[in-house]
Structures are given as C-alpha cells and as structure tokens.
C-alpha cells in the first residue's frame, strides 16, 4: 500500500524553466493537496482539488497551476520558476468531506515524502 | 484573515513532559489537529480536537478550548525519538474542509 507518491523526490531548475510535479494516491480518497514548506514558516497551502475535475485556490496560489483530471493523481505545474519557489512541496490526500468529515471527526491529511525544488 | 500562533522552539529532557500550545485565529473554525515531523520526514497526523476538552492517545493528549481559541499538545514520558517539529493546523468550514497550519514548534528532547 504505497499510500501518497510524488516524483520527483529532487529537482533543480533555471529561472524561467518550467516543471510539473506529479501526486498519485492509492487510498481513492476525494481530497489532494499541494503545500509548500519554507524554514520558519510551517505548511502553506497552495491549492487543493475536492475531487475529479475540481481545484480550488489555497493561501499562496500565484505561479503555480493544477489540474486534477483523474482522481488519484493532483499535479503541480510551474510555468515559469523563480527563485522564490524553492521550497520542499508535499503533497497529500484526505477522504470524503463533509458527510464523512462530520461523522470521523477529523479531517485527517496523508502526506507524501516530499519534492525539493531548487530554482537557480 | 487566520493565524496560528505556537512557540517556535521547545526543549525538554528524556522522561519529562512538555506542553506545546497553539492559539488561533480562523474564521469558520471546526476543529484542531496535530501533526508530527521529523527531520527530512513528511507530517503525520497525531491528534484531532472537534471539541472542548482532552483526547488521550498513549503518550500525547491534546486539548481545546473554543471559548479561548486556544489548545495545547501535552508529551509525557519524552523519549529521544519525540525530537521533531510539532504543527497544529485548524479546520476551517468554508467551501470546503482546508487545513491551514501553524509555522510550527520544534522541540528538542536531551539525554
């Protein structure tokens, strides 16, 4: 059970050079994410898809897009990269909102390992 | 607007307890969750809060008070392997359940 799976898990670019990074999950769960981490600055949400065909923007969305065309895997595009993107990405997945929110409780993230993107 | 506010570092030593608390700010608010991560590691989910009071779950428990806007994460019995970064993350109920996280507590736990 692999669970969330980004690739890559490494990758350097070049100012305006662009990249897609790719989020699959097998749990069929509703919810995916794309946060960025930056030192002293936690979790930052950047989008987010509530199922197949949907996104929605986060806290910080500008220079980034996404698409959701199939349920399982979330991508995260770069158009074109700036120095300011480097960051550690994770991305993550969560079942069925509301009905299901309210009956467990707890809308309870799984994470992927991480993508670190250096933009030179 | 929404924030989170949590110390940013914490030390403790082994078999100590230690309280990490977070206060907020989020319209729409629902219920707030824990998160633990190591270094190089991705966040794993700890604990959740949909109301007032304690939830117990072996060694951590946590804590939330609406009225105050305020909860805590409370480690007992430390153990080396506790040495991580800790995250408290609120659920907001707008269009759709988001997690927004706080910058995060460091603790570090000695010998």
């Known amino acids: 059970n692999a669970g969330v799976t980004q690739t890559p898990k490494f990758r350097v670019l070049k100012t305006g050079q662009s990249m897609t990074l790719l989020c699959a999950q097998d749990?069929?769960?509703?919810?995916m994410y794309w946060y960025r981490q930056d030192p002293g600055m936690g979790l930052r949400l950047i989008h987010y898809?509530?199922?197949?065909?949907?996104?929605a923007k986060g806290e910080v969305p500008d220079g980034y897009n996404v698409s959701r065309l199939k349920k399982q895997n979330f991508l995260l595009g770069l158009e074109s990269a700036a120095p300011s993107q480097t960051s550690v990405y994770f991305c993550?997945?969560?079942?069925?909102?509301?009905?299901?929110?309210?009956?467990?409780?707890?809308?309870?993230?799984?994470f992927g390992a991480g993508s670190r993107l250096t933009v030179l | 607007g929404q924030s989170l506010e949590q110390p940013s570092e914490v030390t403790a030593v082994e078999g100590a307890i230690v309280q990490i608390n977070c206060t907020y700010q989020?319209?729409?608010?629902?219920?707030l969750s824990w998160y633990q991560q190591h270094d190089g590691g991705a966040p794993t989910f700890l604990s959740y809060?949909?109301?007032?009071g304690l939830e117990e779950t072996g060694r951590f428990s946590s804590f939330l008070s609406r009225s105050d806007s305020y909860g805590y994460l409370l480690l007992q019995e430390l153990q080396m392997k506790d040495s991580a970064s800790y995250f408290c993350?609120?659920?907001?109920?707008?269009?759709?359940?988001?997690?927004?996280f706080g910058s995060g507590t460091r603790l570090l736990v000695r010998p």
């Open positions: 993350a609120a659920g907001r109920t707008d269009s759709s359940y988001k997690l927004i």
């Open positions: 898809s509530v199922g197949e065909g949907t996104t």
């Open positions: 809060n949909g109301l007032d």
């Open positions: 989020t319209s729409g608010f629902y219920g």
């Open positions: 749990m069929n769960h509703e919810y």
């Open positions: 993550a997945s969560s079942p069925l909102g509301t009905e299901w929110l309210l009956e467990a409780g707890a809308n309870v993230l799984t």
